[in-house]
């Protein structure tokens, strides 16, 4: 939970930095989702995972949006839909690492059209910020996905 705090924190400034010239994408829920989806991870731990993410989703709301919750609803449900995904939807075979990219990938998407949807911007604006948003997850979701795969490769 160390390493999360750690996470959210970086996130934080990041985006303190770049105020006014783009949003930062959730590090913080893609972080839980490469956690919460590693080999061997029991519901317990994915439960505890969502916790996390609720909390940390509330303390973002509280620290930069209008809509207190918002974060946390989104976070938890993306990591709830992801989990069921890919422990009853994706045979044990099927858990390679192209799937876990589109789930991450999926999620970061799902993500940041909800608070797409609940910007209070002109719309052009919020367009721009969006697909900047979306250009700097590329890079974030190919490092978890290449961290995934070795660690696959190494559980066997």
Not at 123 to 132: D, N, T, Y
Request: positive net charge.
């Amino acid at each position: 939970m160390i390493m999360l705090s750690l996470i959210w924190l970086l996130q934080d400034f990041a985006q303190l930095m770049l105020m006014g010239i783009c949003m930062i994408p959730d590090v913080f829920l893609l972080a839980i989702l490469f956690i919460a989806l590693l080999p061997g991870k029991t519901k317990e731990e994915q439960s505890k995972l969502i916790w996390a993410a609720f909390i940390g989703g509330l303390l973002w709301d509280l620290r930069w949006t209008n809509l207190p919750g918002l974060t946390s609803a989104v976070s938890c449900g993306l990591i709830g839909l992801a989990c069921v995904i890919w422990q009853k939807r994706l045979p044990s075979t099927g858990r390679t690492p192209l799937p876990f990219m589109l789930i991450l990938a999926g999620c970061e998407l799902l993500y940041a059209l909800t608070h797409c949807f609940f910007w209070t911007m002109p719309s052009q604006s919020a367009l721009r910020q969006f697909i900047v948003q979306q250009l700097i997850a590329v890079p974030v979701i190919i490092v978890f996905t290449w961290l995934f795969s070795r660690i696959s490769e190494r559980d066997g």
